[in-house]
Nanobody, 122 residues
Framework: QVQLVESGGGLVQPGGSLRLSCAAS????????MGWYRQAPGKQRELVAV???????SYADSVVGRFTISRDNAKNTVYLQMISLKPEDTAVYYC????????????????WGQGTQVTVSS
C-alpha cells in the first residue's frame, strides 16, 4: 500500500501564510502526479494544485499567484506554500498521489491522505 501523511495545517489570520507538506511512503516505484485538493464545509472537494514528476504545475484560478506547489522526488514529498490567505481558503486540505508500485509495469495506485485543516480567521 501507499500511505500519505500531511502536516502543516492550522489557524492563521487573513493575509497570513502556511506551508503544507505531504510525504508518501510504502511500496512505491514511481509517483507521476502529486497534488492538493480541498473541501470546505457543505461543498465538494476541489482541485487546488497538481504537479507532475517533471515539475509542471497547474492551479485553480482562485489560488493563482498566492499558492505554490512543489515536490521533492527523492523524498516522495509534495509541498503547498500558501500566502495571502483568505477566509474562503478555509477547508480540509487533502494530498493526492498517483503512480506505480514495485516496478515500471507494476499496479497503478491513486492514494489520498487523511487531510489537514486550514482555518483562515481573525
Amino acid at each position: 500500500q501507499v500511505q500519505l501523511v500531511e502536516s502543516g495545517g492550522g489557524l492563521v489570520q487573513p493575509g497570513g501564510s502556511l506551508r503544507l507538506s505531504c510525504a508518501a511512503s510504502g511500496t512505491i516505484f514511481s509517483i507521476n502526479m502529486m497534488g492538493w485538493y480541498r473541501q470546505a464545509p457543505g461543498k465538494q472537494r476541489e482541485l487546488v494544485a497538481v504537479i507532475t514528476k517533471g515539475g509542471s504545475a497547474s492551479y485553480a484560478d482562485s489560488v493563482v499567484g498566492r499558492f505554490t506547489i512543489s515536490r521533492d522526488n527523492a523524498k516522495n514529498t509534495v509541498y503547498l506554500q500558501m500566502i495571502s490567505l483568505k477566509p474562503e481558503d478555509t477547508a480540509v486540505y487533502y494530498c493526492n498521489a498517483q503512480g506505480r508500485r514495485y516496478s515500471p509495469s507494476g499496479p497503478l495506485f491513486n492514494s489520498w491522505g487523511q487531510g489537514t485543516q486550514v482555518t483562515v480567521s481573525s
